[in-house]
């Protein structure tokens, strides 16, 4: 497909206004939906993927507009991606519509089903999902882990399925403590200006040389580097669609 005519479609697209349904929302972007579900069809990715909400600029009428202070574009449609590390490729787009998000398949109910469900787009090999705060908790990762895949994020202190000792372990700055569990989840919680909460089920907790972009360097675990180089998969989508805006 010609640029030239890649800009016509996307001048002319229209969703059309659908009433029918319990969900008028699901429905309206449902075929779209289901075209972004082929981009793993044609698109084989490296076997890092990085999951980030990024945003959909949009100032019209919907009902499940957004508003974000921290983003480029403030006012849009919320997306959760799913993205090549490496190249920024998006492999799978998931809007966020309130609770019709987990509306569009009687199955999902929640944000974990959700992430879960779309495992079936990666049955080809075994992957390594990125993620923030936001998705990744241990239940999380152990039920990634038993589907053959692994998981790396940080992870909030306050959930119920992090252990206390993990969490009342006081640190000097650049020191670390780790702790594993039977089923082969790791846990790192690092001092450095802060707390730093990371569990991942593929890194060990060893460290390795780094160097700061100011040259300075240091030693730091090997998990939060891999965890920084291979988050910025969804940064790399957000710069290219930039671009078209």
Avoid at 9 to 36: C, D, M, T
Avoid at 138 to 163: C, N, S, W, Y
Wanted: aromatic residues 12%; proline residues 4%.
């Amino acid at each position: 497909m010609s640029y030239r005519r890649f800009e016509d479609l996307n001048h002319f697209l229209q969703i059309n206004a659908v009433r029918e349904g319990p969900n008028p929302s699901v429905e309206k972007l449902k075929y779209l939906l289901q075209y972004s579900d082929r981009f793993r069809t044609i698109y084989r990715p490296s076997s890092a993927i990085s999951i980030d909400e990024s945003m959909c600029p949009f100032r019209g009428r919907f009902q499940h507009l957004v508003y974000e202070p921290r983003k480029p574009h403030k006012w849009g449609i919320k997306l959760i991606n799913e993205c090549d590390a490496l190249t920024g490729f998006c492999v799978a787009i998931n809007p966020c519509l309130g609770k019709e998000t987990y509306l569009q398949d009687s199955k999902v109910t929640n944000l974990d089903q959700l992430l879960l469900e779309k495992l079936t787009l990666y049955n080809d090999g075994s992957y390594h999902f990125y993620c923030d705060n936001f998705y990744c908790h241990p239940d999380l990762a152990l039920k990634f882990k038993e589907q053959g895949h692994d998981m790396t994020g940080t992870i909030r202190v306050e959930r119920r399925d992090v252990p206390c000792c993990f969490v009342k372990a006081k640190l000097k700055k650049g020191e670390s403590k780790g702790f594993k569990s039977e089923d082969g989840i790791y846990l790192l919680k690092y001092r450095e200006k802060r707390d730093v909460h990371v569990l991942t089920t593929h890194d060990s907790l060893c460290f390795r040389d780094h160097t700061s972009k100011r040259g300075k360097k240091s030693k730091k675990p090997c998990v939060l580097i891999n965890y920084s180089n291979r988050m910025k998969g969804v940064d790399i989508l957000n710069q290219l669609t930039l671009y078209n805006w």
